[in-house]
């Protein structure tokens, strides 16, 4: 499982509050990615991390922010959930010098 | 743009009904295709790269290989166990994964 955890795998909140999912690895790894995946667009990348506290924005990163303060935990809230942001959040690293990356179990959010 | 597009949407086979499921892509500066294997409320298992037109790899009853505009992930003598959607995502020279929508295989006994 690569040594993914994320928390919390799921959570009902509702529409204007702040929401974050923490994602956390084991093994060191530099690079970490969120993704959110839904019905008919597959994954798509919010934000990703190549270091302590450097991350850049994804394909669909409006309306959420992302921290790394230490290599093993990235964070990714949202300022004020939305009902278009209930999805399935998942979080990824990409281990050595391979491109493939390895997925966490997933964050069910659903924003009523 | 990368773009990445599965087929078919979904596919049912007989348990030993051999198939396979394409990936059609289009990017620049392609560094690896990848395929992924996931299973209802869990994360994508990932299951192979592919870094240039002719490789081909190979993992149980799954093989999939590649060529410069299309990759092909062969199901031979399928088993329920297979059930799962499948996955196909490009990397080109950026650091993010541009994945399809996915072909959901079910084997039926």
């Known amino acids: 499982d690569a040594g993914i955890t994320q928390s919390p795998r799921h959570k009902v909140t509702e529409t204007g509050t702040p929401v974050t999912l923490r994602c956390h690895q084991t093994?060191?790894?530099?690079?970490m990615y969120w993704y959110r995946q839904d019905p008919g667009h597959g994954l798509r990348l919010i934000h990703y991390s190549y270091g302590v506290k450097d991350t850049d924005k994804g394909e669909v990163s409006d309306g959420y922010s992302v921290s790394r303060s230490k290599t093993e935990d990235f964070l990714l809230t949202l300022e004020s959930a939305t009902s278009s942001q209930t999805s399935v959040y998942f979080c990824?690293?990409?281990?050595?010098?391979?491109?493939?990356?390895?997925f966490g179990p997933g964050t069910r959010l659903t924003v009523t | 743009e990368d773009q990445v597009t599965q087929s078919p949407e979904a596919l049912r086979l007989q348990e030993g009904e051999s198939s396979s499921l394409n990936c059609s892509y289009t990017v620049s500066g392609l560094r690896g295709l990848f395929w992924y294997r996931q299973d209802p409320g869990k994360g994508p298992e990932f299951l192979f790269t592919?870094?240039?037109a002719g490789e081909e790899k190979e993992k149980e009853r799954l093989k999939a290989t590649l060529t410069k505009k299309e990759s092909f992930l062969h199901i031979t003598a399928p088993k329920p166990e297979d059930s799962a959607t499948y996955l196909c995502?490009?990397?080109?020279?950026?650091?993010?994964?541009?994945f399809g929508k996915g072909t959901s295989l079910l084997v039926t006994p």
């Open positions: 990824a690293i990409k281990t050595g010098t391979n491109y493939e990356q390895y």
């Open positions: 592919l870094y240039s």
């Open positions: 995502a490009v990397q080109n020279s950026g650091y993010a994964l541009n």
């Open positions: 093994e060191n790894h530099r690079y």
